[in-house]
């Protein structure tokens, strides 16, 4: 029995799996060039469908869209910091308090570069505003990244 489906986007026939012992070398390298060609329009049309939602969501200023079977966000990285920025907080805040998130650099038996811990250093806006401006000034923010998943089906 040769059973055969017609593809939802070409209108092309294929076998079914089934069907694939029934063919021989040449046809299944067909299949499989076919399948290849059709994952690579697939991942660019997918691709391009998450870029211009990105788009529009950044532009709306939005992190997710409502949608029945897809959960739809909008990930922001944590930023990186410009650590001579940084520097300046040292001037705005007591001494004790700047070295729990500061190691200078150093020679080792290589040179270590200076340390910044942020989990001891972004509370030291409690010191005011010219510290939390030293830290807003020296973030990088990261590219934002959209995640598209399936809603878990209730039952």
């Known amino acids: 029995m040769n059973q055969q489906t017609i593809t939802a986007t070409t209108g092309v026939s294929h076998p079914t799996v089934e069907s694939f012992a029934h063919l021989d070398n040449n046809q299944l390298l067909d299949c499989w060039q076919d399948d290849m060609e059709a994952e690579t329009i697939a991942r660019d049309r997918r691709q391009r469908i998450e870029y211009e939602l990105q788009r ?3 532009a709306d200023g939005a992190t997710a869209i409502p949608h029945d079977t897809l959960d ?24 004790d308090e700047w070295a ?12 270590v570069e200076d340390k910044y811990n ?7 806006v409690k010191y005011g505003a010219a510290v939390a401006q030293v830290i807003a000034d020296a973030a990088i923010p990261g590219t934002p990244r959209l995640v598209i998943v399936r809603k878990k089906e209730t039952k």
């Not at 739809?72 to 001494?95: C, F, T, W």
């Not at 942020?118 to 030291?124: A, E, G, V, Y």
């Open 72 to 95: 739809v966000k909008l990930q922001m990285p944590s930023p990186k910091y410009d650590y001579g920025v940084l520097r300046a907080i040292a001037e705005l805040v007591p001494p």
């Open 100 to 111: 729990k998130g500061f190691t200078p650099g150093h020679d080792e038996t290589v040179w």
């Open 56 to 58: 529009r969501m950044q």
């Open 118 to 124: 942020l989990t001891h250093i972004k509370p030291l």
